[in-house]
Every structure is written in C-alpha cells, then in structure tokens.
C-alpha cells in the first residue's frame, strides 16, 4: 500500500515539475502581441503636473470671467504594456486574457512594422495638439465667439509620404476638391481615401498650388486602423479668449471633446455637471462634432476605477460600449457637444436620466 503510494507521490511530483518548468518556460517565450489597459484618468478641471513635475491647470483662461466648478469631467486614456523591443510573455498575455478590463491585441495593431516608436510618438503628439485647438473652437464657438480657421503644415516627419511634397508654413485650402475648415476636415477626408492618393490644394507664400499625397496605414495608440500623410498640423484660430490645455505625455485626439466640455464649465457660472463625477471620451471638431475613439472597453473601466458615475461615450462606439460596462457607471451616447451638453443638464438638474440617449445593440 505504501509503495503505490509512494509511486503516486513520486508521479504526481514529476508532473508539477514538468508543469512548473513549462510554466516557466513560457515566460521566455517571445510572443506577437500587447497588452492594452486602463491609463491614467486626467479631471479637465482639475490640474497635472508639467514637463517639470509641478501641477498646473489642465485648463487655463485669460481675457475672459471664469467661474469656480465642482465635481469631475475626467478625460480617459489607454496604456499599452509592450512593444517591439519587449512583448509581454504567455503568462502576462494569460493573466490579461482572463481580465475584462484589459485587452490583449497583436503587436502590429498598436507597433506597424516600420514605423519607428519616435514616428509614433510624434504623430499622436501632433493629434493631441491639433484636438486641443478643436476643442477651443468648439466650446468658445458654442458660447457664442467668432472663431477663424487656418490649418497650416507645422512639419513633415522625415520618410512620410508628404516629405518632399509639403513644406512647414503651408496653408492648406482644400483637400480633393473639400474646403479645409479644421484638421478634423483634413484628417476625415484622408481616412475617407482609404490609401488612395490625395490632392492637396495649398498656400505656399504668395501664390498656390496644388501636391498629390498617397497617405501610409498606421495604427494610433488604441491599435485602430489610420492613413496619415506625415505631418503635423497647426490651427491657427482666432481666439478672442486665450484659453492654455496643459498635458504632457498623453497623445491622440480623443480627449478633445471633455476638453470642451471643460472650457465651458470654466467660461459660464454653475457647475456644468451639478458636482458630479463625469468622464467621457471622444475626438471634437471645431463644428462641434463629437467622434469615435479606439480602446473604449478599457476607458470604461479606467473611469469607474477613478470614481466616475456617469460616462459621456461616442454614439459611433456604441457596439463596443454594449455588454461591457461596469456596474455602478451609468453610458450615455453622444454625437455632438451640444448633446454632451443636454445630458450633463439633466445630471445636473438630478432628472430622469433614464430618458436620455443610451448605447443600444443597434446603435451607431
């Protein structure tokens, strides 16, 4: 009796030791894919700590009243745990797997091969800054300012597909025949090509001309599918207001309509969200036209984990939103601001929330 027992302990023993080596095994392992997570959640009215460590206001307004807010309009983003140079083994893809806030995506959707980490680093630096003058359009143009528009070339990265074509200082007019009213028209239109080449009607000096650019797919940071030419945009609006958004190490457009929403909130007295923990995501042009983002599942749950009751998400994202929510964070779809406007209304007015838009199977 002793001796099958004896021979099961040793078996048994044997087989966690295989097991244990394999387990270790796989953490050498190279593999294909990242990791993407809830990020750091930013309150737009609340402040950050700069390039040199000290805390500022996300938003800073002078020429104009400002008022005191209350509560949170957070602004959501995306971390990604790992890249070309380190991938996160089996073990960590596995731990990820299993976790509804996190999600597991190839390599190449987040890392296009031959798009250097730099290149990518400047491109979604180039989309936060050009979301920040959108949202300052649209939130001074909804309080009612007069605001200009004048989209010029701020640079071409070295090896785009506009190097050669387009020159820093650059105003761009039209784009196939569309007139460029903000870098939101520009870089729907680009995504609209699909690849295909692009003709670019342009101010350069005293006279104009027109270059033909044949856009590169990339990923952005939530591993989505964009066609970019290259270059760095600035708008250059007329602001009859100086308005300052202050956030470093955050790239991509998608913090631009909770950046208007908390413009607003600074420019008008009362608190736009009663004093409620609000958090939302979503890209904004100038006209006030709220888009869709990459990484939502993830955003959701970075807000719930920051305290947030009520999440403002693209209408376009609503197919990804359904059957992901946490419990306790109320979803309300949004397509422009002055939607994002009339929900925050109701919050704040404590109403009947359970009549505002929601994210439905169908919903788009």
């Not at 091969?113 to 050009?130: F, H």
């Not at 295909?196 to 940071?221: I, Y």
Request: hydrophobic share 40%; net charge negative; glycine share 12%.
């Amino acid at each position: 009796m002793s001796s099958r027992r004896s021979t099961g302990t040793v078996v048994g023993v044997t087989a966690l030791s295989i097991s244990l080596v394999a387990l270790v095994g796989l953490t050498f392992i190279p593999t294909q894919y990242v990791i993407q997570q809830p990020g750091p959640v930013f309150d737009t009215l609340g402040t950050a700590k700069d390039a040199d460590g000290a805390e500022v206001p996300l938003i800073e307004v002078s020429g104009a009243k400002t008022y005191p807010t209350g509560g949170a309009l957070d602004l959501l983003t995306v971390q990604v745990i790992g890249n070309r140079e380190r991938t996160p083994n089996w073990f960590e893809l596995a731990l990820a797997w299993f976790d509804s806030s996190r999600a597991v995506v190839p390599l190449d959707t987040v890392f296009p091969e031959g798009v250097t980490t730099k290149e990518r680093d400047e491109q979604n630096s180039a989309l936060m800054v050009d979301s920040q003058h959108e949202a300052t359009a649209a939130a001074l143009t909804e309080l009612g300012y007069d605001v200009g528009a004048q989209v010029e070339v701020a640079g071409v990265i070295d090896g785009s597909p506009a190097k050669g074509q387009l020159r820093k200082g650059d105003r761009i007019l039209a784009i196939d025949g569309v007139e460029v009213s903000s870098a939101t028209v520009l870089r729907d239109e680009i995504q609209k090509a699909k690849g295909a080449e692009v003709e670019l009607t342009v101010k350069r000096g005293d006279g104009t001309k027109t270059v033909a650019v044949t856009p590169r797919k990339t990923k952005d940071t939530a591993g989505d599918t964009v066609w970019l030419v290259g270059i760095s945009l600035t708008t250059d609006y007329t602001f009859p207001v100086d308005v300052k958004l202050q956030l470093d190490n955050v790239g991509g457009p998608s913090a631009g309509m909770m950046f208007a929403l908390g413009i607003i909130d600074t420019l008008t007295p009362g608190e736009l969200n009663g004093g409620a923990e609000v958090a939302g995501t979503g890209t904004i042009d100038a006209a006030g036209v709220v888009g869709p983002i990459g990484g939502i599942r993830q955003k959701l749950y970075g807000a719930k984990d920051a305290g947030a009751t009520v999440f403002l998400a693209p209408a376009s994202n609503c197919d990804e939103v359904v059957g992901h929510i946490p419990d306790g964070l109320k979803v309300f779809k949004t397509a422009t601001l002055q939607d994002s406007l009339d929900i925050l209304k109701v919050v704040a007015d404590h109403g009947d929330t359970s009549k505002l838009p929601m994210c439905t199977t169908s919903a788009k």
